[in-house]
């Protein structure tokens, strides 16, 4: 246990500091503080982690969705519609809130591809907080992106990536954080190569016709309602489908 807990400290340090790795695609976790937008008041990033890892190793699913706290709350806003329809296809998720894409592939690294965990599909969400807490440059992202593209290949080649557009966000067609966001897109889904990397834009189902995000879809302009969750799911099980036929 002492040497693990060296190992991890050794980590820890050498892989700071955070900017200049999302620049270079490398991981990293967050410094030890209560996450507020995780939904669990009082746990903190590192023993949500540690709940995501024993979920991870114990096994038992076909698709692990990862990402930050828009996938997160699959577990509260969307735990109905996770049931009746993402459930039964074999699904778990695996997100965290706050997670950039420097902390998704530091997980990826740290447990969740470890033990039982041999998911045949990832469906994969990140990069908001990249533009939400530091507005990272479009490149950067996707250099984080594909950073955890490359981890999950490495670690599980026989599996396939579903690659979701970071999704929308901010009131208008116009906010600087959503252009960032698309900017990213772009260059996100040059990752896709058909076989094990997929790429699906569904941000289209919570917009309206004017590419306005409604508070009734998104209250905080970034984060889910329940009844959102269902347009999520309606717009990515037949992605899933055409990824893994048998889940029909």
Not at 17 to 37: S, Y
Request: charged letters at 25%; proline letters at 4%; a positive charge.
């Amino acid at each position: 246990m002492k040497k693990h807990i060296t190992s991890i400290a050794l980590a820890f340090a050498l892989l700071l500091p955070a900017v200049a790795q999302a620049q270079k695609g490398e991981a990293t976790k967050p410094e030890p503080q209560i996450n507020m937008r995780t939904g669990e008041v009082g746990v903190s990033w590192w023993e949500r982690h540690a709940e995501l890892v024993k979920r991870a190793q114990a096994g038992g699913f076909d698709i692990m969705f990862i990402g930050d706290s828009i996938t997160h709350q699959w577990e509260r806003q969307g735990k109905d519609v996770w049931a009746a329809k993402l459930a039964p296809l074999g699904a778990k998720a695996f997100g965290i809130g706050g997670d950039r894409t420097e902390n998704l592939l530091w997980r990826l690294q740290w447990g969740l591809l470890d033990g039982k965990s041999d998911a045949k599909l990832f469906v994969m969400m990140i990069g908001t907080n990249n533009t939400g807490h530091r507005m990272d440059k479009p490149a950067d992202i996707a250099a984080g992106v594909k950073a955890c593209i490359g981890e999950i290949q490495k670690r599980k080649p026989d599996a396939k990536i579903l690659v979701l557009a970071i999704f929308p966000r901010g009131a208008d067609a116009g906010n600087k954080s959503r252009l960032n966001n698309e900017a990213a897109n772009k260059l996100i889904q040059k990752f896709a190569d058909g076989k094990k990397v997929y790429y699906a834009d569904i941000g289209n189902v919570f917009l309206t016709k004017e590419g306005v995000i409604e508070k009734s879809v998104m209250p905080d302009l970034l984060h889910l309602t329940a009844d959102s969750y269902n347009l999520w799911a309606d717009a990515v099980i037949p992605e899933i489908q055409k990824i893994i036929p048998e889940k029909k």
